[in-house]
């Protein structure tokens, strides 16, 4: 079945570890997209990428880096330059419309720290 | 910037009641309009789409949402409340490159 993965489904980081999210679509999407959800927040828009090897920083990207290498991965490492990572992270992918066309999600993966 | 408002962060409606969930938008484009519902610890999933055309879009499990330029209102309705409706709404536009997020509306279903 096509679809995104995202592993793992949870995930525990000691403070000053780096932490790495994976993201896997076989959607043969273009776009694909890091989002962080805190309650009462909704969706944040951390990364994003029209297309392999090129990125984009969203609103929220202090403290996260991110790589595409291939056109089916997109995975979201967590640094310790960020202060506060404890939250749901989704990853989305689709087809490059700039915005216009849905986006669709993975599972997520929810980071505590401890 | 492109941006939508969410009214109420917590909904309750009796099992068989109607459902109203409002969204504003503020765009300076023609937008592109979403509806996601989100069930605890899982993804989003798409419950419908505006993009051109008719106003009144109908989505999946009985929902539908009316596109009112006039208003700039994409409000997410449903007839009659089930109890496996309860979940979080989130009302989405097109940004010119992701899609923005309203902060959700949590939906309760009483007995």
């Known amino acids: 079945d096509g679809g995104i993965t995202q592993s793992p489904k949870y995930l525990f980081r000691k403070e000053g570890q780096n932490v790495t999210l994976s993201c896997e679509q076989n959607?043969?999407?273009?776009?694909m997209y890091w989002y962080r959800q805190d309650p009462g927040q909704g969706l944040r828009l951390i990364y994003y990428?029209?297309?392999?090897?090129?990125?984009q920083k969203g609103d929220i990207a202090e403290g996260y880096s991110v790589s595409r290498e291939k056109k089916e991965s997109f995975p979201l490492t967590v640094t310790s330059a960020q202060k506060n990572p404890t939250a749901f992270y989704l990853c989305?992918?689709?087809?490059?419309?700039?915005?216009?066309?849905?986006?669709?999600f993975g599972q997520g993966t929810r980071l505590t720290v401890v | 910037a492109q941006s939508v408002t969410q009214l109420g962060s917590h909904v309750s409606v009796s099992e068989g009641a109607l459902v109203l969930l409002r969204c504003n938008y503020s765009s300076s484009v023609p937008p592109y309009l979403f509806w996601y519902v989100q069930y605890p610890n899982q993804g989003l999933q798409l419950l419908l789409k505006?993009?051109?055309?008719?106003?009144l879009v109908k989505g999946i499990n009985g929902f539908e949402a009316e596109f009112k330029k006039s208003e700039t209102s994409f409000h997410l309705t449903k007839p009659s409340a089930h109890m496996s409706d309860a979940a979080e709404y989130f009302c989405a536009l097109n940004s010119g490159y992701a899609l923005n997020f309203g902060k959700g509306t949590s939906l309760l279903v009483t007995p």
């Open positions: 505006y993009t051109t055309g008719a106003t």
């Open positions: 959607l043969n999407h273009d776009a």
């Open positions: 990428s029209q297309i392999v090897n090129d990125f």
């Open positions: 989305a992918s689709s087809t490059w419309t700039g915005g216009r066309t849905e986006a669709f």
